[in-house]
């Protein structure tokens, strides 16, 4: 049996399930006892203020809080409102919470999840709106989780509070704030890290895109369907690890691949890919790849700029078109 | 409460096991036999070994890149810091920290390298002991000049918040790695900085064992007994140079001639004879027991063996499969 759930609901239930079960497990964040956007709001109606643990405003410092607590026996999922605030807690994730286990020589553990929310489209320009998940790839030790689904988000946060690597969780403002729904199981579930999913079958080309960039890829199918070209979209739920197989499964079927990503296109999860394909996987392509990101600019203020700015099902369709 | 005899050469012996290991490292260095780094707390022995001389064993400690004073201090052996610093696979962190000491076994979780990021780490093991309700203190030990990072005050403010059970102990020795402590600060003491969050605390002498040892027990008791954080500030001098690449240069002969006439070393062993504790032939006997420990120690670490390829890649998730 399934029922219907938002984004948000996903993401609360997992909260609470993952706290009833585990009594180490707590949330922590700035107003995580209201909860700014959401997510955490209603948890300090079943469970104690210090398991929905309000914390003052210095990122840096509530992150390495979370890092010592889950050094010693529990498992914080901390809330950094907006990744653009996480760049302040760079210090402690980068340097410390991804290298942890291997400079101690395995002898501790940090599981921690961090959610975080990405994404522009709500006029909040520079510093609310980024979407940085790929500033993250370069640091060892940390896995990153990016749904684009109520199903994916609950069985991808509950595995991530499970996790005894530190996890990274990416929360789209559109997905969250958007009320974006979706079916998912009754009873008790997980789900893996690395393992992509298709989310939309086709035989021209490969189109592999990120959370909210998930829904443009597909309007971008169903516009290319009227001019009879056939895309295949994959979602890869975590970027690191990062499901190579039923990618470049898919790009042996299509020959053609285009990655698509909110986030800025230097340097990004699309230029990973891209030189994934250019090496080990070059003989499979019959076209070059495509990497469709938003430009090295700031995200503007103006709705107008912004439009601009950010990728959408337009410029994803350009870009398939391209290749063929 | 006064020392026992016991107790008295207890720290005394491992002053100088400090003090030995320290002067072995620098003559390795200066004989090209092994690269590793230094930066030696040479003269601040009275602080590291009695500042972590009233904790149990279940407490935990973070210590300072300088030397080896706490480690010993709070129970690691010579033979397992040698074995870790020279990168050995027989080492706690299996050779991968080297200096970033860390050793499960005495609840030393492991050393930062941006200085000052453990402000907050520590407080995350403070608070997960009072959320566990369990008896264990958190020291965390700093040298004055890492004091000025950003995280020291939201760190102080959030153990003073939610009371946890830690000490800060600071370690004034004069010097903020090159620069006088007068270049980087417009007061003389640092711990009154503790009363903008209502922390108690006291500036002690760091040059005799028993105010040292004194004061950290005054202040773990404190925070044991659930009364919230304690600050104390040990004045001392770094007779060292910052590491072993400093050109020096800039300390006054005076002050070096000034404080010698107060080593900590020396101040104890006048205690033990003035107190008919040991004679100077029993002095000398262990004395050599220590030389001959940490030549032990050295030796083992040389003929230890090193890590290979593979552990290159061990260690850095605990789940399987996710570096390519």
Same mark, same amino acid.
């Given at each position: 049996?399934?029922?219907?759930? @938002? &984004? !948000? /609901?996903?993401?609360?239930?997992?909260?609470?399930?993952?706290?009833?079960?585990?009594?180490?497990? &707590?949330?922590?964040?700035?107003?995580?006892?209201?909860?700014?956007?959401?997510?955490?709001?209603?948890?300090?109606?079943?469970?104690?203020?210090?398991?929905?643990?309000?914390?003052?405003?210095?990122?840096?410092?509530? @992150?390495?809080?979370?890092? =010592?607590?889950?050094?010693?026996?529990?498992?914080?999922? %901390?809330?950094? !409102?907006?990744?653009?605030?996480?760049?302040?807690?760079?210090?402690?994730?980068?340097?410390?919470?991804? /290298?942890?286990?291997?400079?101690?020589?395995?002898?501790?553990?940090?599981?921690?999840?961090?959610?975080?929310?990405?994404?522009?489209?709500?006029?909040?320009?520079?510093?609310?709106?980024?979407?940085? $998940?790929?500033?993250?790839?370069?640091?060892?030790?940390?896995? %990153?989780?990016?749904?684009?689904?109520?199903?994916?988000?609950?069985?991808?946060?509950?595995?991530?509070?499970?996790?005894?690597?530190?996890?990274?969780?990416?929360?789209?403002?559109?997905?969250?704030?958007?009320?974006?729904?979706?079916?998912?199981?009754? =009873? $008790?579930?997980?789900?893996? &890290?690395?393992?992509?999913?298709?989310?939309?079958?086709?035989?021209?080309?490969?189109?592999?895109? @990120?959370?909210?960039?998930?829904?443009?890829?597909?309007?971008?199918?169903?516009?290319?369907?009227?001019?009879?070209?056939?895309?295949?979209?994959?979602?890869?739920?975590?970027?690191?690890?990062?499901?190579?197989?039923?990618?470049?499964?898919?790009?042996?079927? @299509?020959?053609? %691949?285009?990655?698509?990503?909110?986030?800025?296109?230097?340097?990004?999860?699309?230029?990973?890919?891209?030189?994934?394909?250019?090496?080990?996987? &070059?003989?499979?392509?019959?076209?070059?790849?495509?990497?469709?990101?938003?430009? !090295?600019?700031?995200?503007?203020?103006?709705?107008? %700029?912004?439009?601009?700015?950010?990728?959408?099902?337009?410029?994803?369709?350009?870009?398939?078109?391209?290749?063929? | 409460?006064?020392?026992?005899?016991?107790?008295?050469?207890?720290?005394?012996?491992?002053?100088?096991?400090?003090?030995?290991?320290?002067?072995?490292?620098?003559? #390795?260095?200066?004989?090209?036999?092994?690269?590793?780094?230094?930066?030696?707390?040479?003269?601040?022995?009275?602080?590291?070994?009695?500042?972590?001389?009233?904790?149990?064993?279940?407490?935990?400690?973070?210590?300072?890149?300088?030397?080896?004073?706490?480690?010993?201090?709070?129970?690691?052996?010579?033979?397992?810091?040698?074995?870790?610093?020279?990168?050995?696979?027989?080492?706690?962190?299996?050779?991968?920290?080297?200096?970033?000491?860390?050793?499960?076994?005495?609840?030393?979780?492991? #050393?930062?390298?941006?200085?000052?990021?453990?402000?907050?780490?520590?407080?995350?093991?403070?608070?997960?002991?009072?959320?566990?309700?369990?008896?264990?203190?958190?020291?965390?030990?700093?040298?004055?000049?890492?004091?000025?990072?950003?995280?020291?005050?939201?760190?102080?403010?959030?153990?003073?918040?939610?009371?946890?059970?830690?000490?800060?102990?600071?370690?004034?020795?004069?010097?903020?790695?090159?620069?006088?402590?007068?270049?980087?600060?417009?007061?003389?003491?640092?711990?009154?900085?503790?009363?903008?969050?209502?922390?108690?605390?006291?500036?002690?002498?760091?040059?005799?064992?028993?105010?040292?040892?004194?004061?950290?027990?005054?202040?773990?008791?404190?925070?044991?007994?659930?009364?919230?954080?304690?600050?104390?500030?040990?004045?001392?001098?770094?007779?060292?140079?910052?590491?072993?690449?400093?050109?020096?240069?800039?300390?006054?002969?005076?002050?070096?001639?000034?404080?010698?006439?107060?080593?900590?070393?020396?101040?104890?062993?006048?205690?033990?004879?003035?107190?008919?504790?040991?004679?100077?032939?029993?002095?000398?006997?262990?004395?050599?027991?220590?030389?001959?420990?940490?030549?032990?120690?050295?030796?083992?670490?040389?003929?230890?063996?090193?890590?290979?390829?593979?552990?290159?890649?061990?260690?850095?998730?605990?789940?399987?499969?996710?570096?390519?």
């Amino acid at each position: 049996m399934s029922r219907t759930i @938002t &984004f !948000m /609901q996903a993401l609360n239930e997992a909260m609470a399930e993952e706290m009833r079960r585990d009594p180490s497990v &707590f949330v922590m964040g700035e107003d995580v006892q209201i909860g700014a956007f959401g997510q955490t709001s209603g948890l300090i109606k079943e469970f104690a203020p210090e398991r929905v643990l309000n914390t003052p405003i210095a990122e840096n410092a509530i @992150t390495g809080v979370a890092m =010592g607590a889950a050094l010693n026996g529990m498992r914080p999922v %901390l809330e950094l !409102m907006f990744c653009d605030f996480a760049m302040l807690a760079m210090d402690q994730i980068c340097n410390h919470l991804g /290298q942890w286990r291997f400079i101690t020589g395995n002898q501790y553990s940090i599981p921690v999840t961090i959610r975080t929310a990405v994404g522009a489209g709500f006029r909040m320009a520079y510093g609310h709106s980024q979407s940085l $998940e790929s500033q993250f790839i370069q640091a060892p030790g940390l896995i %990153l989780v990016a749904p684009s689904t109520p199903h994916d988000a609950k069985g991808l946060l509950k595995s991530a509070i499970r996790s005894d690597d530190p996890v990274i969780f990416f929360e789209h403002k559109k997905l969250i704030l958007g009320g974006v729904k979706g079916e998912v199981p009754d =009873g $008790e579930y997980t789900l893996p &890290f690395g393992k992509a999913v298709v989310r939309k079958e086709g035989k021209d080309a490969t189109v592999v895109a @990120t959370m909210f960039m998930v829904y443009e890829a597909l309007g971008a199918a169903e516009e290319l369907a009227k001019e009879g070209i056939s895309i295949e979209v994959i979602d890869p739920r975590t970027l690191i690890p990062l499901d190579k197989d039923t990618i470049f499964k898919s790009v042996g079927k @299509t020959g053609r %691949l285009i990655v698509v990503e909110e986030g800025r296109i230097r340097g990004g999860l699309g230029a990973e890919i891209a030189a994934l394909a250019c090496g080990d996987y &070059f003989s499979l392509l019959k076209a070059p790849v495509q990497r469709v990101g938003a430009p !090295m600019v700031p995200i503007p203020g103006s709705p107008v %700029l912004e439009d601009l700015y950010l990728p959408n099902k337009d410029s994803i369709a350009r870009a398939v078109k391209r290749t063929l | 409460m006064a020392l026992t005899n016991e107790k008295l050469i207890e720290l005394y012996r491992k002053m100088l096991l400090v003090r030995t290991m320290e002067a072995k490292h620098g003559q #390795l260095l200066a004989d090209g036999k092994i690269q590793l780094m230094s930066h030696f707390g040479t003269g601040q022995e009275a602080v590291s070994v009695g500042v972590t001389g009233p904790l149990k064993k279940e407490d935990i400690l973070f210590g300072t890149h300088r030397g080896v004073g706490e480690y010993i201090g709070k129970g690691m052996s010579a033979r397992d810091i040698w074995l870790e610093y020279m990168g050995k696979k027989a080492g706690p962190c299996k050779g991968k920290g080297t200096l970033h000491l860390a050793d499960r076994r005495v609840n030393i979780p492991g #050393l930062v390298s941006s200085l000052g990021a453990d402000f907050s780490i520590a407080v995350g093991t403070a608070l997960a002991s009072k959320m566990r309700n369990i008896d264990q203190v958190t020291l965390y030990f700093v040298g004055e000049g890492t004091c000025n990072q950003g995280d020291a005050g939201p760190s102080m403010c959030m153990a003073a918040l939610w009371k946890l059970p830690m000490v800060f102990a600071i370690c004034t020795n004069q010097f903020c790695e090159m620069s006088y402590m007068c270049e980087h600060f417009p007061t003389e003491d640092v711990a009154p900085r503790a009363a903008g969050y209502g922390i108690p605390y006291e500036i002690v002498d760091g040059q005799d064992i028993e105010i040292t040892y004194g004061a950290a027990e005054r202040a773990a008791e404190h925070a044991r007994k659930g009364k919230g954080p304690y600050v104390v500030e040990f004045k001392t001098f770094r007779m060292a140079l910052h590491f072993s690449g400093d050109p020096g240069g800039y300390v006054k002969p005076e002050d070096v001639e000034k404080w010698g006439k107060r080593d900590p070393i020396d101040l104890c062993q006048r205690k033990i004879f003035d107190k008919k504790i040991m004679t100077p032939q029993e002095d000398q006997k262990l004395r050599d027991e220590v030389k001959t420990e940490v030549e032990g120690a050295v030796a083992n670490a040389f003929a230890s063996a090193n890590p290979t390829a593979d552990d290159l890649f061990e260690d850095v998730y605990g789940q399987k499969g996710v570096i390519y």
